[in-house]
């Protein structure tokens, strides 16, 4: 069962499960997709990331209860057989501050995190948090740590980094709580690019080292 | 051309902000106190999406090189009269000085700050540090180019005061409850509402951290999920984040509540010291209050 709740009087969050999971994302994403194709009046645009998706709505035209029944029509009706998109090449120099202190906590050599890291594709799930950020998983278990105790005041743009079970590449520079183990030259935002965000939820990446 | 003579504290080029765009992680943005902002075009007989300058705690000092007609709005500036058209001759200078009551104030110029629009707007992404012609705030030297964004005649009155919000706090903030209601106990809501929240001198665009004096919420988890403007989140120790024009598209907070877009501005005013009140409301009161302000502004808007 959807779960639809206010997000103030000018959106509302549709929560589609509690959990990170390939098929669930499949689901948000092919809701984001029937709203687009159906464009319930009033919806103005749409957010997804994991397991949810946001619908901003215009309430000169529409209220929440009208795009609600909207969105609830779609319930048991999607196809979420979305197919994700071609396996996109992240080249990335492990050189990261926090690699040896990861290699410490999983009890790895710092090889050994860099092949595990390396070493399967991941999941776009979300772009979020600051303009490009872009969370992947699932994270091989033997590489979950938690986040730093105290984040960084500025973490430059091209970090790769790890958490619990995701790993994320920080697009624009920014404060950020993620253990760094690498960094890539690839451009992951630019304002004048269409779209400006290299990769969007249902992607496939994988890290390919180079040094 | 406009000069920039001395930058202020934190002074930005803002307009409507660029909405739509949360999917790539770029959050609307624009005027923190978007009715303040809005009545400044109005003033000076701007388009509602002519640009203007966005003025924090301290404002800029300015020299104009041509004749020209601003307006000063939102929190109270001490060197200029405020919520009127302002004539200002070739090579006048503008101190816009200390800022209290609150925290910012617009200074709108007749035909608009023009600078390159970028992903639909003109506005300073902090975030991104990108847009408001320069990817940064305001700094001394800086040169600003007039563009011709006027549409109506220049008001030739100040704006009345009772089309006005609250300058000072305590501030009441009117909220929708969620969306992460189903992550707190049931009458969390009514208790954060029965307590006035202090504003602590963490605030920015991005978001204004709260103390809660006598109450200590525990946020149950949620998975990382879309976050909007207004929403109250609460951290692990208990503490607010209230989520502001340049907020993070995504957290991982719970939301108990989010603030109705008319008392947007009212944050955008807070300042550090302040207290605030939470009060629940309806969406049909969040729309009544949206028209009021709406009406204030006139059919254009």
Same mark, same amino acid.
């Given at each position: ?37 159906? =464009? ?31 969105? =609830? ?19 990335? =120099? @492990? ?9 410490? =906590? ?28 872009? @969370? ?48 890539? $030259? ?10 400006? $965000? ?14 | ?10 002074? #930005? ?84 000085? *200390? ?13 608009? %700050? ?6 639909? +707007?003109?506005?300073?992404?902090? /975030? &991104? #540090?990108? &847009? ?12 600003? +180019? %007039? ?16 089309? /006005?919000?609250? +300058? ?31 504003? *602590? ?10 103390? *809660? ?14 976050? *909007? ?19 993070? #598209? ?24 302040? #207290? ?26």
């Amino acid at each position: 069962m959807w779960q639809v709740a206010p997000a103030g009087d000018r959106a509302m969050l549709v929560t589609l499960g509690h959990t990170i999971d390939p098929q669930l994302l499949g689901q948000v994403l092919a809701l984001d997709q029937a709203l687009h194709d159906r =464009r319930p009046s009033g919806l103005v645009s749409t957010v997804p990331a994991y397991a949810s998706l946001l619908c901003h709505y215009d309430p000169d035209v529409t209220d929440a209860g009208r795009l609600e029944a909207g969105i =609830r029509e779609l319930e048991g009706q999607l196809d979420a057989s979305v197919a994700f998109g071609p396996v996109v090449d992240v080249p990335t =120099r @492990y050189d990261g501050p926090d690699l040896a202190d990861v290699a410490l =906590r999983t009890k790895l050599t710092p090889a050994g995190v860099v092949e595990a890291h390396a070493g399967q594709e991941y999941l776009v799930y979300c772009v979020g948090f600051a303009p490009g950020f872009t @969370y992947c998983g699932a994270l091989p278990d033997q590489l979950a740590v938690p986040r730093l105790a105290s984040p960084r005041l500025r973490v430059s743009a091209g970090s790769i980094g790890i958490a619990g079970r995701q790993t994320g590449i920080y697009a624009v520079e920014s404060p950020g709580g993620w253990n760094l183990i690498g960094r890539t $030259a690839l451009r992951l935002f630019d304002p004048a690019a269409d779209p400006p $965000a290299r990769f969007k939820p249902g992607d496939r990446l994988r890290f390919i080292p180079t040094s | 051309m406009i000069e920039v003579v001395e930058a202020g504290r934190w002074t #930005t080029i803002q307009d409507r902000g660029r909405p739509g765009l949360e999917r790539f992680g770029i959050p609307s943005g624009g005027a923190a106190d978007w009715f303040a902002a809005a009545v400044a075009n109005r003033i000076v007989g701007n388009h509602a999406d002519a640009a203007l300058l966005e003025c924090t705690a301290s404002g800029p000092t300015l020299r104009f090189d041509a004749d020209t007609v601003v307006a000063m709005t939102g929190g109270h500036a001490a060197g200029a009269p405020d919520w009127q058209p302002v004539r200002l001759a070739r090579g006048s200078i503008l101190a816009v000085g *200390t800022i209290a009551p609150g925290l910012r104030t617009y200074i709108a110029v007749r035909g608009g %700050i023009d600078v390159p629009v970028v992903l639909g +707007s003109r506005s300073f992404c902090q /975030r &991104g #540090t990108f &847009g408001g012609g320069f990817g940064r705030p305001l700094a001394k030297g800086d040169g600003i +180019s %007039i563009g011709r964004m006027a549409d109506l005649e220049p008001m030739s009155t100040s704006w009345p005061a009772s089309h /006005r919000l609250p +300058s000072r706090g305590p501030w009441e903030v009117r909220v929708i409850a969620g969306p992460h209601q189903n992550a707190f106990a049931e009458n969390a809501l009514e208790r954060l509402g029965a307590i006035a929240c202090r504003v *602590t001198p963490q605030i920015d665009r991005m978001g204004l951290r709260l103390e *809660t004096p006598g109450l200590r919420l525990q946020p149950g988890e949620i998975l990382t999920a879309p976050m *909007t403007e207004g929403g109250i989140q609460v951290t692990p120790s208990g503490g607010l984040i209230v989520l502001h024009v340049d907020h993070q #598209t995504t957290g991982g907070y719970p939301v108990i509540a989010t603030v109705i877009s008319a008392d947007l501005p009212l944050l955008a005013q807070a300042r550090p010291g302040d #207290t605030v009140h939470f009060r629940a409301v309806d969406g049909h009161e969040a729309a009544r209050a949206w028209r009021r302000l709406s009406g204030w502004l006139g059919a254009d808007h």
